[in-house]
């Protein structure tokens, strides 16, 4: 059976349909915690999401007295989304790389669960716990929230999370970075009109992952969450617009982005762990809210590893399949978290040629340009461990010969050090030589030290009577 066979197996294994599989999966292996109802929406849900951050996901019942539970922290750890897809961690780059090769298209539904309950009299404020995270937010925010919006065009949807802040009983403030959304809102503004648009909140750990695939226009992120899931997603169409989202998931708000109107949005704590900054964004108008009867609300505290790392993955597989079509010696890519999984990217380098790590750094530069510093090394060293990385570079790279300084390129906005997006690339080559002497680079290692079963040689009784150990 060839890998996309594989693929598609393991994904048939995946344990979570939807997120309330996934909260029972969380919760079997406990890393679900339950805090005590009422806590409070402003701070308080985000200080203890932050501290249990990648260790547990946490359920807050009743907050602030609302009686709409609320959940975070749903794929703060790596492990966890490898095993939302049922693969290992090794495994998880390629297998997200067929999904977003290999789309299944969606199967649409007459009825719903999310459509148990139709609101059309909306109070945001009122019918969802809105949390406010970080101190100088500018108020509450939807950060959970997969907005889909159909190309004006073609009618092909896009996905996408965009932070949104509460405007108002019926408003949101949006930022639109110059991506699908935006290209589509465009296309409507133009023409004089609204964009219809779908913010779906509380889907499955897959769902939500393949939100954030990195992917030409008009490719539907459903679809590839199908492929993830290994089945068609279900869907169901608005009841406002023809925009279909999915069936399973615990609400929907129904809008639109309206023309020649920008309002202040921001500033919002993002992921390079600083605020973004106030300034007129685009502005949504919602129309009605639907939703399961017992609904459950999922927020993403910005900045933690949740908001970290539904962003790194895609991006590290699609960073992946685009060196190794120039350089298949390329074994592995990792955003690293000090890089706050954008801008500093580890490359693991089968090297054949001299040189060849150089054109690899420039490679990596063209996947992505939020891409600020990238390491390339052998493929002895663990792109996943920080100390690895920084030890190669202490001990295979020399400034004057293996940097690689590209002035005034295209960054990331959100990046404080750029001037308005614009700054610095840096590339080292933290490759051995090929002619290098081959006990100059050859690793001190201790046979036996990764095998010797320490429950068989060491006793089990507490230290500190070394006397009585040696018999005196």
Not at 95 to 108: G, I, K, V, Y
Not at 319 to 334: E, I, N, T
Not at 343 to 370: P, S, T, W
Request: proline share 7%.
């Amino acid at each position: 059976m060839g890998e996309g066979g594989r693929g598609v197996e393991a994904a048939r294994n995946a344990p979570a349909p939807s997120l309330r599989d996934w909260l029972d999966h969380l919760a079997a292996r406990g890393l679900l915690a339950v805090a005590r109802p009422g806590v409070a929406l402003r701070f308080g849900l985000a200080a203890i999401a932050k501290r249990l951050d990648g260790i547990k996901a946490t359920l807050f019942p009743s907050p602030d007295g609302h009686a709409m539970p609320v959940v975070s922290g749903l794929v703060s750890n790596r492990a966890w989304i490898a095993d939302a897809m049922g693969v290992t961690e090794r495994e998880m780059l390629r297998r997200f790389l067929h999904a977003a090769q290999n789309p299944l298209p969606w199967r649409e539904v007459a009825a719903a669960p999310v459509q148990e309950r139709i609101e059309r009299e909306v109070d945001l404020g009122a019918l969802l716990p809105l949390p406010t995270h970080n101190e100088h937010d500018s108020g509450p925010y939807i950060t959970a929230g997969l907005l889909i919006a159909r190309n004006p065009a073609s009618g092909v949807q896009n996905v996408a999370i965009h932070r949104l802040q509460l405007g108002g009983k019926r408003r949101l403030g949006a930022l639109l970075l110059p991506r699908h959304t935006n290209l589509f809102f465009e296309a409507a503004e133009a023409a004089g009109q609204a964009l219809p648009v779908a913010i779906v909140i509380g889907v499955d750990p897959l769902t939500l992952l393949a939100s954030q695939a990195i992917v030409p226009v008009d490719h539907d992120e459903l679809e590839i969450a199908g492929a993830l899931h290994g089945r068609p997603l279900e869907v169901v169409k608005c009841v406002t617009s023809e925009v279909r989202v999915p069936a399973a998931a615990e609400i929907v708000l129904e809008g639109r982005l309206l023309p020649d109107l920008r309002e202040p949005e921001g500033p919002f704590g993002e992921f390079p762990q600083y605020y973004g900054e106030r300034a007129d964004r685009h502005v949504i108008e919602i129309d009605a809210v639907t939703m399961r009867a017992d609904a459950l609300f999922h927020t993403i505290v910005g900045g933690g590893l949740e908001h970290l790392l539904l962003g790194a993955i895609p991006r590290e597989a699609s960073l992946l399949a685009h060196l190794q079509r120039s350089f298949p010696g390329v074994r592995d890519v990792h955003l690293s978290r000090g890089g706050t999984c954008r801008y500093h990217l580890h490359v693991q380098l089968r090297k054949r040629n001299e040189g060849e790590a150089k054109n690899v750094i420039l490679g990596a530069f063209a996947g992505h340009y939020d891409i600020k510093q990238v390491i390339v090394v052998d493929e002895d060293v663990d792109i996943h461990d920080p100390t690895e990385v920084e030890w190669a570079v202490a001990t295979r790279s020399q400034a004057d010969r293996d940097l690689v300084i590209i002035a005034d390129a295209q960054g990331s906005k959100l990046d404080p050090s750029a001037r308005g997006g614009v700054g610095a690339k840096l590339g080292i080559d933290a490759t051995i030589p090929l002619d290098a002497p081959k006990m100059r680079f050859t690793r001190i290692r201790v046979p036996g030290e990764a095998e010797v079963a320490l429950d068989r040689v060491i006793d089990p009784a507490p230290g500190g009577d070394w006397r009585k150990a040696l018999g005196r």
